[in-house]
């Protein structure tokens, strides 16, 4: 642990130095929370990640090769059975629609999954996309399938990353697919992180979650974000970017462009309907960090609920289902954001310094971020 004291306020900073499965967390970074920075209202769930919901599994694929590819996969396996014979309802936000997300229209009419989630670098959507769907047509079961709908989303490493090689292959999918697991989630400079930047600095994959109450339906929210955004970056209120002296528009260059993918899970049972209600409300955490949703920026989130009783057998000639009324559902909008907010943050702060494709691109530096917080007093350890 190492503390900083700005004035009479002392913050400390916990680097956790683990082994990646324990503690997923880079030497020398850590998360938010290590800086006191805990957003909104709400406990998180044990893993403070998305695999806090039960049967919710991610799995990464890190490509790096030479001096150049700098990219990789992440995968998000909404339960722990086939995707496609066991359907959870599902639905898209976009914010900003600068982007190449696969699959959006199916979701959108249907308001269900059939396949995990994917999330790559731009040019590598269609080449994930293919290898996505004959794993699938592979699993057991499948066998007289005709018709499949990968959901793969994107945002653009192509600063870090060779991107026009589109190194990601089948082997990088499977890879990400069959490694998929619950518990404490590898975040920043991993998967489809690898390449990614964010209000200047090193971006990446961050996770957070939200457990409510009893006396709130005891419902889990779990949020995953690959981060590669601009803006003027904000954490807790605290103008870390300003003072940094790092954000857009500073000079005619720098406009902010980017885009973010965020996938949200829930335990909720939700219907399609109000599942895009929740992936709406993601837009106001992502708002909280500075983002400004910049012309060149692809804002999309996807929301999915594993609750049995709004699941959908893909052979179902009738659905009975029981799901939450409107009336219930404030408390999980108020969750999505905090959660939201918070893996933004942790995508950064667990995000560290990449060379590749003749650039280089430092992770924040949290000894700053710390004495911003302290100047502002924001935060504090908790």
């Known amino acids: 642990m190492r503390i900083f004291t700005i004035g009479s306020l002392a913050l400390s900073l916990t680097v956790s130095a683990l082994p990646a499965q324990d503690a997923p967390v880079a030497p020398g970074r850590a998360r938010a929370r290590s800086l006191g920075v805990a957003p909104g209202v709400f406990a998180t769930g044990t893993a403070n990640a998305i695999t806090d919901v039960a049967g919710v599994r991610v799995g990464h694929a890190t490509l790096i090769v030479g001096d150049s590819v700098r990219t990789g996969i992440t995968a998000i396996l909404p339960h722990e059975g086939n995707a496609f014979l066991d359907r959870v309802p599902a639905a898209m936000y976009v914010g900003n629609g600068f982007g190449k997300l696969l699959g959006v229209t199916q979701v959108d009419e249907l308001g269900e999954l059939e396949t995990p989630i994917l999330l790559t670098c731009t040019l590598c959507v269609w080449r994930a996309a293919d290898p996505l769907g004959e794993w699938m047509l592979g699993q057991p079961g499948m066998e007289r399938v005709r018709s499949i709908n990968p959901v793969v989303g994107e945002t653009n490493d192509g600063r870090l990353n ?18 998929a697991r619950s518990g404490p989630v590898a975040e920043g400079s991993v998967g489809a992180g690898t390449g990614t930047i ?37 954490v807790m209120g605290a103008p870390v970017g300003r003072e940094l002296g790092r954000y857009a528009f500073k000079d005619a260059a720098e406009r902010g462009d980017g885009s973010i993918m965020i996938v949200v899970a829930t335990d909720a049972p939700l219907s399609d309907r109000n599942l ?4 709406a409300r993601t837009m106001m955490g992502l708002g909280r960090t500075g983002a400004s949703a910049s012309s060149g920026s692809g804002d999309y989130a996807i929301a999915f609920s594993t609750a049995r009783t709004v699941r959908r057998a893909w052979d179902a000639e009738r659905l009975a289902t029981t799901e939450l009324a409107n009336e219930q559902t404030s408390a999980l909008f108020q969750a999505v954001i905090e959660a939201t907010e918070e893996a933004i943050y942790n995508s950064l702060f667990t995000a560290t310094t990449v060379e590749g494709n003749g650039a280089r691109v430092e992770a924040i530096a949290l000894e700053s971020v710390a004495r911003i917080l302290a100047k502002y007093r924001v935060g504090g350890t908790r």
């Open 162 to 179: 060779a991107i026009r090689s589109r190194p990601v292959d089948a082997v990088a999918v499977r890879r990400a697919l069959e490694g």
């Open 276 to 279: 895009r209600r929740l992936a």
């Open 198 to 234: 964010a209000f200047g600095w090193k971006g990446g994959i961050g996770t957070s979650s939200r457990a409510l109450p009893p006396s709130l339906g005891g419902w889990t929210v779990g949020v995953l974000v690959q981060s590669n955004f601009g803006g003027v970056l904000q």
